[in-house]
């Protein structure tokens, strides 16, 4: 979360703010506000992961359609995910990937309650979730009694932990960086072109169960030309990331690489290169994202490349 340049503190954070000398530059403002409506905002969600190893690549792309809601609730926001048609492809399509589509349909109707600044706080209709999966399990009981070893029981028996309790499905959530991303975390909250914003990011289990974290800046983009006395419709916020060496386990994230490439001689950390970019365009006038652009890798010299990039775009209104 941020601070405006005066220093005042919103909820959910903090982000430190720089000023930046733009000399013979305009400076412009602005403040996201995300407004309530009962009209659902339709996106088309892509996902894709990478991962190159000694020249071997291996790929897996999901497609699917996300309609957001947004309410008011007390002090701060109720958001409504609705997700449909995922479609997966993959380099190499096993006969559990079929599995996890199925369990994917646990993910369909998620409502959250969110902080004023777009930062989901925590899900709320955790009963209605409990009742999908007490469908969904019985349709994998049925349609996948015959699969020869227990990854299904496995898998199964995680997600009976995790809803047994309110929060338990959280964590899940938190490996699928759309829940960061859509709407995100930047309303009510003061931003100019000659200020930079900086604040700690993590993408979780990036490569196994190993976090990156980040520090990110974010820079607000000068606005679209537009004609004398004609306001801009769009804001453009653009983040980078530099990697926090001291909160990612790098050695850890080497060793996950010396293992990937079956080597004896060890991965330097050093060696290990990071990287994190991304660019969040918001319609001013109703606060909802038009369009994310987010991409987020590491590479060790020419033997080893991991990304993660994502994609929303919002549908036109009908």
């Known amino acids: 979360m941020f601070t405006t340049p005066s220093g005042s503190q919103k909820v959910g954070g903090l982000r430190a703010v720089a000023p930046i000398s733009l000399p013979d530059f305009i400076n412009h403002q602005v403040v996201l506000a995300l407004r309530p409506g009962p009209e659902e905002t339709r996106y088309v969600v892509r996902m894709a992961r990478a991962e190159m190893v000694a020249g071997h690549a291996q790929r897996a792309r999901v497609q699917k359609t996300v309609g957001l809601r947004v309410a008011h609730h007390g002090a701060g926001l109720r958001l409504t995910l609705r997700t449909q048609h995922p479609h997966l492809q993959k380099s190499t399509l096993y006969p559990f990937d079929e ?62 932990q995790q809803l047994a309790q309110p929060a338990g499905l959280w964590p899940s959530l938190r490996p699928d960086y759309l829940y960061a991303a859509l709407p995100g975390d930047f309303y ?59 909160a990612t386990d790098v050695p850890g994230v ?38 994310v652009k987010l991409t987020v890798s590491c590479t060790y010299q020419n033997l080893y490349h991991r990304e993660y990039y994502l994609t929303i775009q919002a549908e036109p209104a009908v």
């Not at 070893?149 to 009976?160: E, G, I, P, S």
């Not at 169960?209 to 916020?237: C, K, M």
């Not at 010396?258 to 060890?266: E, F, I, N, S, Y």
Request: with cysteine; charged share 20%.
């Open 99 to 160: 599995v996890l589509l199925v369990v994917a349909e646990l993910y369909a109707d998620l409502v959250f309650d969110a902080d004023p600044t777009g930062r989901l706080r925590q899900l709320v209709n955790h009963e209605e979730v409990g009742q999908q999966w007490q469908r969904l399990r019985q349709e994998l009981a049925h349609r996948y009694a015959a699969m020869p070893d227990d990854m299904l029981a496995r898998m199964v028996a995680r997600v009976d």
């Open 188 to 246: 009510q909250q003061l931003f100019e072109t000659n200020s930079r914003y900086t604040q700690a990011k993590v993408f979780p289990q990036f490569l196994g169960l190993l976090d990156l974290h980040f520090v990110e800046t974010l820079r607000l983009a000068p606005p679209e030309s537009r004609a004398p006395g004609e306001l801009p419709t769009q804001a453009v916020l653009q983040l980078t990331g530099a990697l926090d060496p001291t």
């Open 254 to 291: 080497a060793a996950a690489i010396q293992a990937a490439l079956g080597r004896t001689a060890p991965v330097v950390p050093e060696e290990v290169q990071f990287a994190y970019e991304a660019t969040h365009c918001f319609d001013r006038s109703t606060g909802r994202p038009v369009a």
